[in-house]
């Protein structure tokens, strides 16, 4: 697991920066009903997507929070007095305080299902009645584009898909959520070299290869000797599901 209070001075140009964030706003916002005048946006990182939803919706107060101090201080800075530093299994909010609440890139790393069903009821716990919650699922398949990359890491060990769509849905549904939509984006400058594949191998991104591990250096070795060593395979296309609050 990667240490994001390290990772939030490189966080922003490792990840697509502002195109992706643009891209990932504007998915947000449209599951978001016209008529919401509130969001929080749960694990908002450096706050590079928060800022982007308070500014695509004139009139709505955004929030952010998040539990990496780093990470916090780098949202504050693009959003003055709107971010909380907080675990989202225990949010600091009142219930219903929220017209909208949003999770972008988060379940993933929750580290198990307790940890995704526990967040996935605070979101759905300080949402209103008639509010929407907005969350990223099936993040790992995403970035499976049927590259010479995938198909060089497609026998390591398996993980567990925590944020798989169908157990997200469950879980909203034990939290009295309804399925109200869904979207798709692509994260935009996310694309993998296999370069910089080896390079997040070598520094924990992927769970099942720990740094320094000897099968994670043979899978490094194999990812050395694909072609087009600087070339980005094509980007990842996430997916957004919506879920609504009777």
Not at 108 to 128: F, K, P, S
Not at 193 to 210: E, K, M, Y
Request: net charge positive; charged share 25%; proline share 7%.
């Amino acid at each position: 697991m990667l240490d994001y209070d390290k990772e939030a001075e490189r966080y922003d140009a490792s990840r697509g920066g502002e195109p992706r964030a643009e891209a990932a706003a504007r998915a947000v916002l449209s599951l978001v009903p016209r008529q919401a005048r509130s969001l929080l946006d749960v694990a908002c990182g450096t706050g590079i997507v928060t800022r982007r939803l308070a500014a695509g919706r004139e009139g709505m107060r955004v929030t952010g929070a998040d539990l990496a101090p780093a990470m916090a201080r780098y949202a504050a800075a693009r959003l003055p007095g709107a971010v909380v530093l907080a675990d989202s299994r225990r949010l600091p909010f009142r219930d219903g305080e929220f017209d909208a609440v949003s999770s972008v890139w988060l379940l993933h790393l929750a580290g198990g299902a307790d940890n995704v069903r526990a967040i996935v009821g605070e979101c759905a716990r300080v949402l209103r009645p008639g509010g929407v919650y907005v969350t990223t699922v099936d993040k790992g398949a995403s970035h499976n584009v049927g590259s010479d990359i995938d198909a060089v890491l497609a026998s390591r060990p398996p993980s567990t898909a925590h944020d798989a769509a169908a157990l997200v849905e469950s879980y909203a549904r034990a939290h009295g959520l309804i399925p109200a939509g869904q979207a798709r984006f692509t994260g935009r400058g996310q694309g993998r070299s296999p370069r910089r594949t080896v390079a997040d191998l070598r520094r924990g991104w992927f769970v099942t290869l720990p740094p320094g591990d000897p099968l994670a250096e043979r899978f490094a070795a194999r990812l050395a000797a694909l072609p087009d060593q600087e070339r980005p395979r094509p980007d990842p296309v996430f997916t957004l599901r919506a879920f609504a609050k009777p």
